[in-house]
Structures are given as C-alpha cells and as structure tokens.
C-alpha cells in the first residue's frame, strides 16, 4: 500500500472530519512537500526531514509544525499544544 492510500485510508477512518482533513491535504499537495505516514498519521518531509503533520481526534483535528517555533507568526493565529513541555 503507498503512503497516498495510507493517507486515503486515515481520513476515511476519520470521517467525523475527513472534509477538513481532505482540505489540509490539498493544501499540503500544492507545495513541494512529500506526503508520507508516521506514527500512523499524515506527515509530511522535505529533502527528508519532517515539516508538518495532520491529525485527527475525537473532538478536534489538527495541524502540526516541527519546529514550529521557528515560524514567524505575525497575526498569532499559531498554537502551542504543550505549552512549557515542548520547546521547539
């Protein structure tokens, strides 16, 4: 099974949010990212290394940014989950 039907399979088993998950994944599919499953969820890499993910959850779904502290967030819209755990 390729990781595209990993990704296929994650939001149709998901399907409480599989139209705001589907709507992440177009936006991920219009960059250079490549498309993968870790931890049994969407990731996606750049020359290998991991930029973001996507989950969902009972009641909530999610984006996710590695190092997202790294990210200029002029309009703070961006939340950290962890806050005082994780560090970058």
């Not at 399979?9 to 998950?21: F, G, N, T, V």
């Not at 498309?35 to 969407?42: Q, Y």
């Not at 020359?47 to 590695?66: D, E, P, Q, R, T």
């Amino acid at each position: 099974m390729t990781d595209s039907q990993k990704v296929d399979d994650y939001i149709e088993r998901h399907s409480k949010w599989s139209a705001e998950l589907e709507q992440l994944r177009k936006v991920f599919q219009q960059t250079e990212l490549i498309e993968e499953v870790k931890w049994g969820a969407p990731t996606y890499t750049l020359n290998g290394k991991l930029v973001a993910g996507m989950a969902a959850f009972k009641n909530h779904y999610a984006i996710w940014f590695h190092q997202g502290v790294f990210l200029k967030d002029t309009h703070n819209k961006l939340v950290n989950a962890q806050e005082g755990v994780t560090k970058s």
